[in-house]
């Protein structure tokens, strides 16, 4: 992986660790859906500012009704799941617990899209399954069932973007391709067309008891620009430039990020387990990362090197 790969798939991390902070924040506020909704709204307002002070080119041979179909998946639903996760989870489990997108990722690959399960990405989906199931069980979280609920939402989210990685390769990447600003403004705005419904039916139903202050509304400008609209074109871009699984694995570099915010910003607790679970983590990313060993080349038989080299004493 080039240099260059390696520092965005970091500043990636840093900025969707930060995206559990502010969905901390805003969630337990606004609710489920006005959070998931606002959320795309914004990052669809963001992204048209850049594409048009940029002077894009709108062209999406074809693939926009591919890209809306995106948004639902890769942004929409999972929105949704993890704002329901910051109601019943501090920021930094919810990071952890995202740390299973890669694994999701390798998963959906083998049983969906042929990709090779190999020895190494399997032993790393097993280890990143323990690290996560290690800081479930021993972090300073009451093991009960808002957390298997908080926790099921999130693998509900990590589903999701792993479906999305290779669907994005198979809609887009593997069909010419299409610049990443129109990819990510396509999907977020069918986030946020597919957000619409659910948002007004949930407002006519059970509207939020306050629609908060100037801390939650730059919350949200800072979870629809930053750690969505500029985050997807990155997110986009390494797909292009790296492929789904490695990618994914971005999601291994969130949770020191997602803690490190918590803690530091919310004065969310510390555990050792997060270390512990955190070094299995680790270990997982290097596994799934590690490029597979070259296949040998078939060995010619002497006799055909013979027969190449001499055919003259070969003719009748």
Avoid: H
Avoid at 69 to 82: D, E, T
């Amino acid at each position: 992986m080039r240099t260059l790969d390696l520092l965005r798939l970091t500043g990636l991390a840093a900025i969707w660790g930060a995206s559990f902070l502010f969905m901390r924040i805003i969630a337990p506020v606004l609710g489920t859906f006005p959070t998931a909704f606002f959320r795309v709204l914004l990052a669809t307002v963001g992204l048209l500012a850049i594409l048009l002070a940029m002077r894009t080119r709108w062209s999406f041979d074809g693939k926009l009704g591919a890209c809306l179909v995106l948004g639902v998946v890769n942004s929409g639903i999972p929105f949704a799941c993890y704002a329901v996760a910051a109601q019943l989870l501090p920021a930094g489990y919810s990071a952890i617990f995202n740390a299973t997108t890669p694994l999701m990722g390798v998963l959906i690959g083998a049983l969906l899209f042929a990709e090779k399960m190999t020895g190494a990405k399997l032993a790393g989906v097993c280890f990143g399954l323990v690290g996560v199931a290690l800081l479930t069980r021993t972090g300073p979280v009451a093991y009960d069932m808002e957390l298997l609920v908080g926790a099921l939402a999130c693998l509900g989210a990590t589903a999701c973007y792993g479906l999305g990685g290779f669907l994005t390769r198979r809609w887009i990447n593997d069909r010419g391709g299409l610049d990443s600003r129109l990819v990510a403004f396509a999907s977020q705005a069918g986030a946020a067309l597919a957000m619409l419904p659910l948002f007004g039916v949930s407002v006519a139903i059970e509207p939020p008891a306050s629609w908060g202050d100037g801390t939650l509304w730059a919350s949200l400008l800072a979870l629809g620009i930053g750690c969505t609209a500029f985050a997807y074109i990155l997110y986009f871009r390494l797909l292009a430039d790296i492929g789904p699984v490695r990618t994914l694995t971005v999601t291994f570099l969130i949770p020191p990020f997602g803690v490190f915010w918590g803690v530091l910003l919310l004065d969310e607790p510390l555990s050792w387990a997060y270390l512990q679970g955190g070094t299995l983590i680790a270990i997982a990313l290097w596994l799934v990362l590690k490029p597979a060993p070259a296949e040998p080349e078939p060995a010619i038989p002497s006799e055909v090197q013979t027969a190449e080299l001499e055919p003259e004493r070969r003719a009748p």
